[in-house]
């Protein structure tokens, strides 16, 4: 019945009878005059008139019977729930009210029973349109699900639900808001972020308030997120032209991959593991992991000598694997996992001041921090856990130092390679991968071929969920699926990988969260390389992007604002979702470290900038001349250097 009732066919029919019916009941109020009883001074208008009135009581007796079945049916196909919309309620009462009165005309054709009906038709003709229009929008929902139907798309029961559920609703504006979320889901925008959306617009506005500056917030996250500011915004910064030809040093960073030296093949991870490393390293297994100072660790890798000599990312990565057991739950070569994990490490460029090896490791480190969450480790397996570590070391493999906006505006060959579509990280992945096919480094052989191409699929889909551009509309996605039924045991694959996809990316921009000493040491090297690319894209003629400009005066309101917009903009409302799903522990270990970072920089920012001297710096002679790990004053309140043994905040 309920599929009869849904066809496209019947719901013609129901707008046919329904013209028809109003066409009468039009002719009806417009021709027929109320003869007065007892006034018989006309007779021959009188005669007429009755005839009239026969005439259409005839048609009420065609009709009406029809729509009382039609509404039978349709409570026989939705049940009471479709009583619930008052439309339908007062069309069925009017409905059986007229069948009533009709039925009953011989009988009362000289009481004011007459004038009733005149009334009740009066009401049924304001129905009538109503339904009309209910009618030609179902027809047309039922076109566009037959559409869907054909193309055999899952939306469509969706869609069927929506119409259904639209149908139902008596407010007009509830009706248009329906419409608009499946027009939405039609044309699959739904995670697609176009804009800033109201709380953001308001924190940037407030960051340039406060600060006074331009609005150097909204111009950097439009070029790193790929989100649109207002039109004005846009045109008063001015374009970057495109057409500037690259200087060729970032096509040389193949070469260096090519060339990386090869490396002995005997464990000696293992030796250093049962060394001065191991102590360290069982800090990460530790309750206070988040607070792992992975500058300190740094620190010990350069300080020993043999082949462990500044592999801390190696040594880590190759650590945890160890710990969780994949190593030995897929039967892996170890001489040729520890080889490929060296030449990744290899293939960081070591002159970069942030996107360098130890930021791998820092990541990696963060990543087996989410794995050992019980909301997280209930839902992953070993080949989970392999592919995340590894997604995790290679996340930022080959980086050059320089976003991809500036790849796409310098046209550099990644952007042409890539056609300007997450080029960094499909360069990531590319390198990574290519270097199974090296001597010595392919240790997924072990790896059945289903095993492989699932390990693949799940790095492929977290390395390229790192891109900023997609951090809104990924944000988006997940605090819908946590609103909705959110992550269940029974989730598919495509779930979990999304799922390990936020956790990457939530390990990748977490530096606010650490301890302060931390915290600020990441934000120097961050800093350091922002303006970097401000200095070659000076030398290329481009505009300086904003917050990499290190001769803008004053230069400790470009650092604050960048970093208080980027931890309130980009990080918080992110890590707020994230450790809301994995518990307790970690917001307390993550959001506790963020609110005072952040108090530190809105409330001492400026002492906090003064304190490191690289930042100050106003050309490369100067901050080539300047150690890049130079000891800061000592006297600021929340300073230590990160490499030191003294107590974390």
């Known amino acids: 019945m309920r599929s009869v009732m849904d066809s496209l066919q019947f719901e013609v029919l129901v707008i046919i009878l329904v013209l028809v019916y109003a066409l009468i009941i039009f002719i009806d109020l417009a021709v027929v005059t109320d003869s007065v009883q007892g006034d018989d001074s006309n007779s021959t208008a009188v005669m007429s008139d009755n005839s009239l009135r026969d005439a259409f009581r005839i048609l009420d007796l065609i009709f009406l019977p029809v729509f009382v079945a039609e509404l039978f049916f349709r409570l026989l196909g939705e049940g009471v729930a479709f009583l619930r919309t008052t439309i339908n309620a007062v069309d069925a009462v009017v409905v059986v009210l007229s069948l009533v009165v009709v039925a009953l005309q011989d009988s009362c054709r000289g009481c004011r029973v007459l004038q009733l009906l005149r009334i009740i038709r009066l009401f049924r ?24 139907r054909r193309l055999g798309a899952p939306v469509e029961k969706v869609l069927e639900f929506f119409t259904d559920f639209q149908q139902r609703l008596d407010n007009k504006k509830d009706q248009e808001n329906v ?99 191991s102590q360290r390293l069982q800090n990460l297994l ?48 170890r001489a040729k996992l520890l080889a490929w994990l060296s030449r990744v490490e290899e293939g960081y460029i070591a002159s970069n001041p942030y996107h360098n090896a130890l930021h791998a490791a820092d990541v990696t480190a963060n990543m087996d921090y989410f794995l050992r969450q019980p909301n997280l480790q209930r839902h992953v397996n070993a080949l989970d856990i392999l592919a995340s570590l590894l997604a995790a070391m290679i996340h930022d493999l080959g980086h050059p130092g320089v976003n991809n906006t500036f790849l796409e505006v310098t046209r550099d060959a990644l952007a042409i390679t890539y056609n300007d579509v997450s080029m960094l990280e499909n360069h990531h992945l590319a390198v990574a991968f290519a270097l199974f096919s090296s001597a010595g480094c392919d240790w997924t052989a072990a790896l059945t071929e289903e095993q492989y191409r699932d390990f693949r699929e799940t790095v492929v889909v977290m390395v390229l969920g790192t891109d900023m551009r997609a951090h809104f509309d990924h944000l988006t996605r997940f605090k819908s699926k946590i609103a909705g039924e959110g992550f269940t045991q029974h989730m598919d694959r495509k779930e979990l990988r999304f799922l390990l996809l936020i956790a990457l990316h939530a390990a990748d921009v977490c530096n606010p969260t650490k301890p302060s000493p931390i915290a600020l040491e990441w934000c120097r090297r961050s800093t350091e390389e922002f303006f970097n690319q401000g200095d070659r894209e000076g030398e290329l003629g481009l505009n300086v992007s904003p917050f990499m400009d290190r001769k803008k005066n004053p230069l400790p309101s470009t650092i604050i604002n960048c970093q208080i917009g980027f931890i309130n903009v980009l990080v918080k409302p992110l890590l707020q979702e994230w450790t809301l799903f994995l518990g307790e522990t970690a917001e307390r270990d993550v959001m506790v470290p963020l609110a005072l970072n952040t108090q530190l920089w809105e409330t001492q920012g400026v002492a906090t900038v003064d304190i490191f001297p690289p930042f100050l710096a106003t050309s490369r002679e100067v901050r080539q001349s300047s150690s890049l790990l130079q000891e800061p004053r000592s006297s600021h309140p929340h300073w230590q250097h990160p490499s030191s043994d003294a107590q974390r905040l």
């Open 125 to 148: 003709f304001a129905v009538i349109i109503g339904k009309l229009q209910r009618s030609r929008d179902a027809a047309t929902m039922r076109r566009k699900r037959a559409m869907y």
């Open 179 to 277: 419409r608009w979320m499946m027009e939405v889901i039609a044309a699959d925008d739904l995670y697609s972020v176009g804009g800033f959306d109201e709380d953001t617009l308001r924190i940037l506005q407030g960051l340039n308030a406060q600060l006074g500056t331009t609005n150097d917030m909204g111009r950097w996250l439009s070029s790193e997120t790929g989100l649109n500011q207002r039109e004005e915004d846009s045109k008063a910064d001015g374009g970057v032209a495109a057409d500037v030809a690259d200087d060729g040093s970032l096509h040389q960073r193949r070469d260096r991959i090519n060339s990386l030296s090869s490396i002995s093949q005997d464990l000696w991870v293992r030796d250093a593991l049962k060394s001065c490393f």
């Open 286 to 333: 530790s309750p206070n992991a988040w607070s792992f100072d992975m500058f300190a660790f740094d620190k010990l890798c350069h300080s020993v000598a043999g082949p462990a000599h500044g592999k801390s990312a190696t040594v880590l990565c190759y650590f945890l694997l160890e710990e969780h057991g994949v190593i030995e739950n897929f039967a892996l070569d």
